[in-house]
């Protein structure tokens, strides 16, 4: 028996050993914005983030496997293996550039297509499953937070998160490892400001689902503990340095605070976000099941 080689063999795949035009198109879509919304491109790097983007049959264009240095492992072969795109060998060294790693190589990178989702899209939950649960990041500023929000959102049970206003790219590659992945299973819609969003709580509302808005704020007017969560909610995290704006602070029927000791004045936004959606699934995995 033949031993199976551990170096992809794909005869009509392209390569890529030098910076050229498509390499350079590649590195543009880490470093500018303008460049990924205008292609509609992004890179998926790390383990996590591609297996998800595949388990969650994410849009994808090309692969990226790296064609010199150690035998690739068992994961990224059967990821080849399975690959019905473009596969593209490429240098290691471009890979690490890619990959911006100095330390090390990585395997795979997909180039993958933008998911572009208005308000439009965003269906809720069935009458009698849990009271739908939406985040809203306003105006955040830094895609790391907004990748690490999307994380939270994911783990704690919410429908999806809504970035409202000038914000961060979710496609930015600081917010794409952030998520470690939960952007690819956490749906992700954009709105222009508190207004549309509040436009489509009013039309669920017509359809018999309720939806509370509920802001976090140092000075909220109860503890996180004291709010019931366990009906519909939209919950919202303000900017990382100004917090909400002022057409968010109008639209909260609530707002909660996060009590907290030590040296810290308050908690950063992605922080903030999180304990309120663990309080959120905590009251909910309590709570009977059923329409609210």
């Known amino acids: 028996m033949t031993k199976k080689t551990t170096r992809p063999t794909h005869g009509h795949d392209a390569k890529v050993t030098v910076r050229n035009a498509r390499f350079q198109q590649w590195q543009s879509y880490l470093s500018t914005r303008a460049k990924r919304t205008k292609a509609a491109r992004f890179l998926i790097q790390g383990v996590r983030p591609l297996t998800l983007a595949l388990e969650h049959d994410w849009p994808a264009e090309a692969l990226l496997y790296r064609l010199d240095g150690p035998p690739l492992s068992a994961w990224a072969r059967g990821v ?62 830094s895609p790391g937070n907004l990748g690490t929000l999307v994380r939270s959102a994911d783990a704690f049970g919410a429908d999806a998160v809504i970035v409202t206003g000038h914000a961060a790219d979710p496609y930015d590659p600081q917010c794409v490892r952030a998520s470690t992945g939960s952007l690819f299973a956490m749906p992700v819609y954009a709105a222009a400001d508190a207004s549309e969003v509040l436009a489509f709580r009013d039309r669920q ?75 959120a699934a905590r009251q909910r995995i309590q709570a009977p099941a059923g329409p609210r």
């Not at 019905?84 to 997909?110: F, N, T, Y």
């Not at 180039?111 to 849990?130: E, F, I, M, P, W």
């Open 80 to 141: 080849l293996e399975e690959w019905r795109h473009e596969k593209v060998g490429v240098s290691g060294e471009l890979m690490r550039e890619l990959g911006e790693k100095s330390d090390s190589d990585p395997e795979l990178i997909a180039v993958a297509k933008t998911r572009q989702r208005g308000l439009g899209s965003l269906t809720l939950r069935a009458a009698g499953d849990a009271a739908p649960l939406l985040v809203v990041f306003d105006r955040p500023t």
């Open 205 to 279: 509302r017509a359809g018999g689902v309720d939806l509370r808005v509920v802001g976090t704020d140092e000075d909220g007017d109860v503890p996180v503990f004291g709010h019931d969560f366990t009906g519909g909610t939209i919950l919202v995290v303000g900017n990382e340095t100004r917090g909400m704006s002022t057409g968010w602070r109008q639209a909260c029927d609530v707002t909660v605070s996060i009590p907290i000791g030590g040296a810290a004045s308050s908690l950063g936004a992605p922080s903030a976000g999180a304990v309120c959606l663990y309080e």
